[in-house]
């Protein structure tokens, strides 16, 4: 299994400000997963963050808007840059259960709510 | 893209009833997953099915697959309170492929 520790849980932020959302795994993973979630609405996968690359970004999400650092196996943060009351949504990280085969589990952050005024 | 697809979109059922949810997808699958969102935090995995199988068990979670109609169920028997959360559905197109949610039925257990 895999515990994530994401934060914050929640922030109420101003428009044309940016926040950082950080997630840590207790155990060493070659993938993280950022994903956002729109009121009422299902996830969509942002980017993959891989340690020692430039995470691949999904269509629709450049790095510019969603920077994402992965210094090591167990820690990344997502960004949101530049934010106007359209990016309020909850976002989540994600990894694959390392014992699970490939794409068959994912383990999930609580979450960040963010609310853009 | 949106894969999965489930209804209904929203279930009222008394404690102790039976909820049953159902999942279409579009295009062939390597497996699909169940998950719980419990008000809008993280996803907490129930349950896979693979695609050369046709019913599972996990207690009282029972999930189905039916590849000819590209659907799937996820039958919770003997509801609780807790129970009360949003349900996705997962597909897997190919193993390298991204795991794709649908957009969730959310369950509401009444006391």
């Known amino acids: 299994s895999a515990v994530i520790s994401q934060k914050p849980s929640r922030d109420i932020c101003q428009r044309g400000t940016s926040l950082t959302i950080q997630c840590q795994v207790d155990s060493q993973v070659t993938m993280m997963f950022w994903y956002r979630q729109q009121p009422g609405q299902s996830l969509t996968l942002i980017a993959t963050a891989n340690q020692g690359s430039e995470a691949t970004y999904e269509s629709g999400f450049v790095i510019d808007k969603f920077p994402i650092s992965r210094p090591n196996l167990t820690f990344s943060t997502l960004t949101v840059s530049n934010m106007s009351p359209e990016d309020s949504s909850i976002y989540l990280c994600s990894v694959e259960d390392p014992q699970a085969l490939l794409r068959e589990k994912l383990f999930f952050g609580s979450g960040t709510q963010l609310s853009v005024l | 893209s949106q894969q999965g697809e489930e209804d209904p979109q929203a279930l009222s059922i008394q404690e102790g009833e039976n909820a049953t949810m159902n999942c279409s997808y579009k295009t062939s699958i390597n497996n699909l997953q169940w998950y719980r969102q419990n008000s809008g935090r993280g996803l907490v995995h129930l349950i896979l099915i693979r695609s050369n199988e046709r019913e599972k068990h996990s207690g009282r979670l029972r999930v189905t697959l039916d590849t000819s109609k590209k659907s799937s169920s996820l039958l919770i028997t003997a509801s609780r309170a807790a129970d009360t959360a949003s349900y996705f559905c997962?597909?897997?197109?190919?193993?390298?492929?991204?795991?794709?949610f649908g957009k969730g039925t959310r369950l509401h257990i009444l006391p």
């Open positions: 997962a597909t897997v197109p190919n193993r390298d492929d991204k795991i794709i």
